[in-house]
């Protein structure tokens, strides 16, 4: 096998391609264990503050119901930030390591 620019090349984006797919598949473990098995991972302590009546107060329930709201926005986010790396990083990968593949 002989050295060349364009075999780094493809080598490189085909480890990049990998490297993306990878990170994706992580974060996609990483949500589905804190959605299935650790779902208070997200979640922080409510503290009441304020004085009910003022503006601005939330009762706990009200408190909780927008931490819920907040948690699954964050999850959604990080479902679509692991399937976009999915969804770019095999393609990347599969066609480098193709053209390897043929001209090996």
């Given amino acids: 096998m002989k050295f060349s620019l364009r075999l780094l090349y493809l080598y490189l984006f085909s480890f990049v391609g990998l490297l993306v797919v990878v990170i994706g598949g992580i974060q996609m473990v990483n949500l589905g264990l804190k959605t299935f098995i650790l779902k208070d991972a ?50 990347l990968y599969l066609y480098h390591w193709k053209i390897i593949q043929k001209n090996s």
């Avoid at 948690?71 to 095999?90: D, H, P």
């Fill in 42 to 91: 997200d979640r922080y302590p409510i503290y009441s503050m304020g004085v009910k009546g003022e503006p601005g107060y939330m009762s706990m329930e009200e408190q909780m119901a927008q931490q819920d709201q907040q948690v699954k926005q964050q999850r959604q986010s990080e479902l679509s930030n692991s399937l976009a790396m999915i969804i770019i990083g095999t393609p």
